[in-house]
């Protein structure tokens, strides 16, 4: 019921109490009959208007209600993303920090990404976060995450490039579970007798036994030279080759990428030798050195 419907009640109302003034005197009987009649139409109109009202109010406070609602879920929505997103940054960061530990040989268990780190707290009430400081919070934290991301990403880049250095450096032995059986420099020739400066070092060996790449680099030579039989050369780069001589086969071709430890060649006797074993020599910007220098760097 509208407002304007209501004044015309009230007017229809007092007209009609003139008219029942008129009538009073001649018909009391008919008039009261009329009043009443009257005062029970007015009653039903103001509880119509007010049953309208109190339908209206009602439906305003839920709908206003819906609305807070909607309005809660929406920023419960964008919460759950943040969370989300900071949950996929901490995985990555979990998965980074597992990665450098691993490359820079830390002990087991000095960092164990997979258990929280412990923390405490004082005695107190609890209170409510005001949603406010929950945002800045969290914006604190993902700020935190990218800072860090960053940080190991630089250091996980240095340690990479300390391994690829490291791994072009002789400091492998190019034969597993050996050892030296003769030295570099001055020796008796074990063929002819009297003294022979020594090129390299000698590893034992069983013939077919896997011969190793000591270093990354590249195949320069695979075939034969006078004295030393069946050779593999390896280009580490920075002027340093390797010669492994006396192989029974090889396996490696001129141009081929090798990694430390990869097998180039099967040990054997061939060329100079009184049995099978594995020859090493080391070059740096062309002159020959004692591989001993870098084997003595091994961890």
Do not use: C
């Amino acid at each position: 019921m509208r407002f304007f419907d209501i004044l015309n009640a009230r007017h229809l109302v007092s007209d009609g109490i003139a008219f029942l003034g008129q009538h009073a005197a001649r018909r009391p009987a008919m008039a009261l009959t009329m009043f009443m009649a009257g005062g029970l139409a007015l009653l039903g109109a103001g509880a119509a208007a007010g049953t309208a009202l109190t339908r209206d109010h009602l439906q305003a406070r839920a709908a206003e209600a819906s609305m807070s609602r909607d309005q809660a879920q929406r920023e419960l929505d964008a919460l759950a993303a943040r969370v989300g997103e900071l949950q996929a940054q901490a995985n990555r960061l979990n998965a980074l920090g597992e990665r450098l530990t691993r490359m820079g040989e830390l002990k087991g268990g000095e960092f164990d990404f997979e258990r929280p780190p412990g923390v405490g707290g004082g005695m107190g009430d609890v209170q409510s976060l005001p949603r406010t400081e929950l945002d800045n919070s969290i914006a604190a934290l993902e700020r935190q995450f990218a800072a860090s991301g960053e940080q190991l990403s630089v250091i996980e880049r240095l340690l990479g490039e300390q391994r690829l250095a490291a791994n072009a450096l002789p400091l492998r032995a190019p034969i597993r579970d050996s050892y030296v059986t003769s030295g570099f420099g001055m020796r008796v020739d074990p063929l002819l007798g009297g003294g022979q400066f020594h090129k390299g070092i000698d590893f034992e060996a069983d013939v077919g036994d896997p011969v190793l790449a000591v270093a990354d680099g590249v195949v320069s030579f695979a075939g034969e030279r006078a004295g030393y039989g069946g050779t593999v050369e390896v280009d580490h780069g920075n002027g340093i080759t390797t010669r492994y001589a006396h192989n029974s086969r090889l396996v490696r071709r001129v141009g081929e990428l090798v990694r430390a430890g990869d097998e180039i060649a099967k040990a054997g006797s061939t060329g100079r030798s009184t049995g099978p074993h594995v020859h090493l020599e080391v070059w740096q910007d062309g002159r020959v050195i004692d591989p001993r220098r870098f084997l003595s760097q091994r961890g």
